[in-house]
């Protein structure tokens, strides 16, 4: 089975603080993904890296970084947390051949108070 | 008009019923749709993948797509309460695997 590691289900940030959240996959797959999920808008791309230090903006980059150092790790980076970022975040992996679905990590919950 | 839509629900029916979930969805070239369950407070998990029109079963899932009319489904027999969750229609878009996401179809199945 495929697992996809968050490395925390809850934080707790203050306005201001630089944060990385970390994820990694054990299945050697090429594509990792950054979403927040928010009720009533879904999941939203923020970023996505398709191999080792390469990356593309998703759909809602702004106040956002990534970083894709080695293939299994994928960091989402808030260089400047406000509170509009107080959301659920979640991260998924792929391969891009075919027909392959996203495989989910358990999320992270974080406030930025 | 949105990418992906889908009936927020709540959808309600009875245990041992079946549930119709529907979605639509905007752009042409999706060839690939996923169908991912999320529980309340937990991460979506896939549920069922279908790329050829028509039906695709599996247990007590069925998928049905028709990419003429851009539209994708998924019913479920013999509806249980563990069903209940929001469920997710997602079209691949674009390369490398990339979804688009629906807001989701909350279904509530009642004793």
């Known amino acids: 089975d495929v697992k996809v590691t968050q490395s925390s289900r809850y934080l707790v940030k203050r306005t201001g603080e630089k944060v990385f959240l970390e994820c990694v996959q054990d299945m050697d797959h090429e594509n990792m993904f950054w979403y927040r999920q928010d009720p009533g808008l879904g999941l939203r791309l923020i970023y996505f890296s398709y191999d080792v230090k390469m990356k593309e903006k998703g759909d809602i980059p702004e106040g956002y970084s990534v970083s894709r150092e080695k293939k299994e790790r994928f960091s989402l980076i808030l260089e400047s947390a406000s509170t509009n970022q107080t959301s659920m975040y979640l991260c998924?992996?792929?391969?891009?051949?075919?027909?392959?679905?996203?495989?989910f990590g358990d999320g992270t919950r974080l406030s930025i108070l | 008009q949105k990418e992906v839509e889908q009936n927020s629900g709540p959808l309600s029916v009875p245990e041992g019923a079946i549930a119709s979930l529907n979605c639509t969805y905007s752009d042409r070239g999706s060839q690939s749709f996923f169908w991912y369950r999320q529980y309340s407070g937990k991460s979506p998990e896939l549920i069922m993948s279908i790329y050829s029109n028509g039906d695709k079963e599996d247990g007590r899932f069925t998928a049905q797509l028709n990419k003429a009319s851009q539209y994708v489904s998924l019913l479920i027999r013999d509806s249980q309460p563990s069903d209940s969750a929001t469920y997710l229609c997602?079209?691949?878009?674009?390369?490398?695997?990339?979804?688009?996401f629906g807001t989701g179809t909350q279904l509530k199945v009642e004793l």
């Open positions: 997602a079209p691949r878009r674009g390369g490398g695997n990339k979804l688009t």
């Open positions: 998924a992996s792929t391969t891009p051949e075919g027909h392959q679905p996203q495989h």
